[in-house]
């Protein structure tokens, strides 16, 4: 088992920043690659970035692309999202997720977090 707790959520304007991060306990957490998902209300959870079990490489969702940045430091077992830029329409919950491989389908993703929220008000 792997649990997952997001933070760093909170509200902030149009065109501002936040970090989240995901801190991970329970298996070896540099096993797993990582991503980042969101869900907005009455809509599906959505892919937002994916990075590989050693960080080296990354993927992004072309809404987020050269806005957010994913990074991890599998020393202190922590994935991070960097989002600056931000817009009204990234306002949603945002999940971590640890899976075995690489994808961009939640239903490839093992474990979840709970999430947090992020408000982009306009």
């Known amino acids: 088992q792997v649990q997952l707790v997001e933070s760093g959520g909170g509200m902030v304007q149009a065109g501002g920043s936040l970090r989240l991060s995901c801190l991970a306990s329970?298996?070896?957490?540099?096993?797993?690659?990582m991503g980042w998902f969101r869900q907005a209300p009455g809509k599906e959870r959505e892919f937002v970035a994916q990075?590989?079990?050693?960080?080296?490489?990354?993927y992004y969702a072309d809404s987020v692309k050269g806005r957010f940045t994913i990074s991890r430091d599998n020393a202190k077992n922590t994935v991070y999202l960097q989002m600056n830029s931000l817009k009204p329409e990234d306002t949603a919950v945002y999940l971590c997720?640890?899976?075995?491989?690489?994808?961009?389908?939640?239903?490839?993703?093992?474990?979840w977090g709970q999430g947090t929220q992020v408000t982009v008000s306009s």
């Open positions: 990075i590989s079990w050693s960080g080296h490489s990354t």
């Open positions: 997720a640890a899976g075995r491989f690489r994808s961009a389908s939640p239903i490839q993703y093992d474990y």
């Open positions: 329970g298996r070896t957490f540099s096993n797993y690659n």
